[in-house]
């Protein structure tokens, strides 16, 4: 699928996304990280790539979800994660 085709999905997605993925992030649910249950993601560029993006009170990036390119979309709570798996996408696609 491309990235069009899994957009309303992960559109949907947001609103559980954190429940769903908080362990791995490794941010326990507490009184001080509930709001995040219920806080909205918002439009975001992270590495100069669309996003949608989680953050804290601090403006701290959480969660997001990362237009990496056409078929790829990196979830993760790292600018500097995005930073080196879009250098990844993008050395193995210029060897193709």
Known sequence: SSVADVFDSLRIWERKMFLDLHELIGINLSSETEYLLTKDFEDGVVDNKNARI??????????AYVYAN?????I????????EVALRLGSASKKQ
């Open 70 to 74: 056409e078929n790829s979309i990196i």
């Open 54 to 63: 989680l953050s804290d009170k601090d403006g701290n990036i959480v969660l």
């Open 76 to 83: 993760t709570n790292s600018a500097n994660a995005v930073h």
